[in-house]
């Protein structure tokens, strides 16, 4: 028994030291309990709050969205209204390009027909206008011959046959004028 009586006095020691160390330890244990009790509090405060971060972020979102929408539509307007302008420049400026290559062709062509009139000129064929003329001419011709012819048919008074006159002469044929370089 005295064994026992001894091993409890020393567990009566080893128990009672015990205490020392943990009144040394307790401010550890009381700060270690504080940060837990503060994570616990500022997780209940994001939980209760977040709903209202979350509502409050919806509504940033959605004004972000409405005013992102008025500066595209800003936006179109003013780069409709510069393609716009762009496009009646260009036009414009296709419109002068266009009628200066027409202008161009043209005195193109009428330098190309005065040049082509005075070779043909030079070769003696006669013109467009040498043609007309010489068109005119026997047109008169046959309507003169034609009236003629008309009028010898009719049986003339008898009279003494008249001498032969001679044949009267043809005109010369009329040489082709050549057209002057303009």
Known sequence: MAKKALKKKVMKKKVQAKPE?????????DSAREIWLAGLGAFSFAQSESGKIIEQGNKL???????????????????????????????????????Q?????????????????????????????DVNKLSARVQTLSSKVTALSKASAKPAPAKKPAAKRPAAKKPAAAKPVAKTAK
């Open 61 to 99: 979102f959605e004004k972000m969205v409405s005013e992102g929408q008025k500066l595209e539509k800003k936006t179109r307007n003013v780069a409709e209204s510069a393609v716009g302008d762009i496009k009646g420049e260009v036009e414009s400026t296709v419109d002068a390009v266009r009628k």
């Open 21 to 29: 160390v943990g009144n040394m330890a307790a401010p550890v244990v």
């Open 101 to 129: 290559a027409v202008n161009n062709w043209d005195k193109l062509e009428n330098i190309f027909e005065d040049r082509v009139a005075r070779v043909l000129g030079q070769l003696g064929v006669p013109t467009a206008d």
